[in-house]
Structure formats: structure tokens, C-alpha cells
């Protein structure tokens, strides 16, 4: 599932060629796409038409478009990208894809913007927004580490409160939004810390270095265009991200430690799998009672 980088690249890609165009048509392509909008496809189409994208915006891994409509209401439209939704920013006669969900066309005749998913997990919804112009269905997401709203040390405080796994802390996205599970894995492997580690066994300059090392390692993966390990995860112009080449620890089960030469081990956490280095990362010790 995408993460902050890649959904940031999406975004960034959806402000520079949908903001300030207004909304001609929108056309959903089955029930599954609004399955989320409770009102069905055809009541989303029609509270679309006629609207101007005035921001392209994101908070962790949630993208949306606030739109105006002609009264001057403000809407959140959502996009759940899910495993391998696609936005893409193509013109009016590239012929349509096969698993095309999702078509914009906009009044000034130019490019159409295109929703495809292959998996259909993904699809889009309206939502009310809050004075901060979040949705309010996911206003109780936490802000990521690239707000201007995301206080470090307040994290830090809640993390260290916690007898849980600080690899599972990473994850809570009502704690810190954005990190997912290849960056988790990767902030680990900077920090050297075992995802399996409580929080409250760890001190707060190691916690803010964890996360440090989150916000830095998809910064550098932004820089890149996200990571993509297959077709599925594109930017607006159909282009891959080439991350997972700087990748350290997901993924690299076998493969040697680029720090130390040991062999990168692959373990089972929360229904996925973490990579880690058993010797910059030793598992925490087990206590008996």
C-alpha cells in the first residue's frame, strides 16, 4: 500500500494539474469505486459536476481534493488509493484503460484526470471538512511528520507511555500519520533498534531518533519518487519511483547488512513481515519471571 512519499508524489502531481480547474463531468464505473460515498456513484457524480479544485492536499497516506461547489461550499473529495489505485493525468484521446474506475473531465477541454484500479480496494468519497480543511472522516488521523502541525516531542511523550512494540507505535496512525511498513522498517534499521522493543524500554532520545530517522528516510524517498515494486505504484504521468534501490532493511531478507556484511533476516509482525539485521538490531531479551 502506498505510503507518505509515494501518496505525496501523487499529490504534488494532482496540485500541479488539476488545482484551479473546474469539474465538467465525473463518471464512476461501478458500485465499488463510491462504495464509500453512501449515496451511490451517481449522487457523487452529480455533487461533483461544477466544482473547482481549489487544493490538492494529504495527511499521511489520506490524499483528497477540496473543491468549491458554485454556492461556495467547501467538500473533501477522498481518494483511497488502497493496494493499486492510480491518478492519472492523461489527454482526452489516450485510450482508456482496462481498469478504469474514475474519469474527470474539466471545463477548460484539456487533460481528463483518470482513477484506475486494478485490485479495487481503493475508490473515492465527499466528505464535510473542518475548519483545518481535513475531512472529517479522518480527522482523527494524527499529523505526519512533514505538518507544520506535527509536534515531535508530544509523540515522543505518548510513545514512551506505551508498553507496546515501538515498530507497532510506528504504524499507529492516530499516533504519527505516514509511516507505513517500509519506512518503519527502515527508520529502525538508521536507529538500530529492533521493531520488537517496548517504547516504554526505550529512552525518549531514541525514540526521537526513530522518528527522526522516519521523516528522513522518506525525504529521501520523495526525493526519488516513492518506492514502487511493481507496476501498480505510478506517479500522474504514469512513472514508477525508484526507491526501493536505496532500500536497507525491507526487502532484503538474505542479502548483507550494507553496515555490518550479516545477513538481513525476515520475521513475521502483525499479519506482514518486518527485515531487520540481527546484529545492529538485536531482539530484545526476554524476561522470565
Not at 458500485?31 to 453512501?38: F, I
Not at 512513472?239 to 513475521?268: K, M, N, V, W
Request: net charge positive; with cysteine.
Amino acid at each position: 500500500m502506498p505510503e507518505l512519499p509515494e501518496v505525496e508524489v501523487v499529490r504534488r502531481g494532482l496540485a500541479d494539474h488539476v488545482v484551479g480547474r473546474t469539474i465538467a463531468r465525473a463518471e464512476f464505473r461501478g458500485e465499488r469505486v463510491a462504495r464509500r460515498h453512501l449515496a451511490g456513484p451517481l449522487d457523487l457524480a452529480a455533487q461533483l459536476a461544477g466544482t473547482t479544485v481549489e487544493q490538492a492536499r494529504r495527511r499521511g497516506k489520506y490524499l483528497w481534493l477540496v473543491l468549491r461547489a458554485p454556492d461556495g461550499h467547501r467538500l473533501g473529495l477522498i481518494a483511497h488509493l488502497g493496494m493499486s489505485g492510480q491518478l492519472l493525468v492523461e489527454s482526452t484521446d489516450a485510450p482508456h484503460e482496462k481498469h478504469l474506475h474514475a474519469l474527470f473531465t474539466f471545463a477548460d477541454g484539456g487533460s481528463e484526470l483518470r482513477f484506475v484500479d486494478q485490485r479495487t480496494f481503493g475508490g473515492m468519497a465527499l466528505a464535510e471538512l473542518t475548519d483545518d480543511l481535513v475531512p472529517e472522516t479522518i480527522a482523527h488521523i494524527a499529523p505526519d511528520p512533514f505538518e507544520a502541525a506535527y509536534d515531535q516531542s508530544a509523540v515522543v511523550r505518548r510513545m514512551k507511555s506505551r508498553d507496546s512494540a515501538v515498530k507497532r507505535a510506528l504504524l499507529d496512525q492516530t499516533l504519527v500519520a505516514g509511516i507505513g511498513n517500509i519506512y518503519a522498517d527502515e527508520a529502525l534499521w538508521r536507529a538500530r533498534v529492533h521493531g520488537e522493543r517496548l517504547c516504554s524500554a526505550l529512552t525518549k532520545p531514541t525514540l526521537a531518533r526513530v522518528l527522526d530517522h522516519a521523516h528522513d528516510v522518506m525525504l529521501a524517498a520523495l526525493g526519488e519518487g516513492g518506492t514502487s515494486f511493481d507496476a501498480l505504484y505510478v506517479n500522474v504521468n504514469g512513472a514508477s519511483g525508484y526507491f526501493d534501490r536505496s532500500l536497507h532493511a525491507y526487502g532484503q531478507e538474505g542479502r548483507p547488512c550494507d553496515r555490518c556484511g550479516t545477513l538481513i533476516r525476515r520475521e513475521a509482525f502483525m499479519n506482514r513481515s518486518s527485515f531487520s539485521c540481527p546484529h545492529c538490531q538485536p531482539r530484545p531479551r526476554v524476561r522470565r519471571g
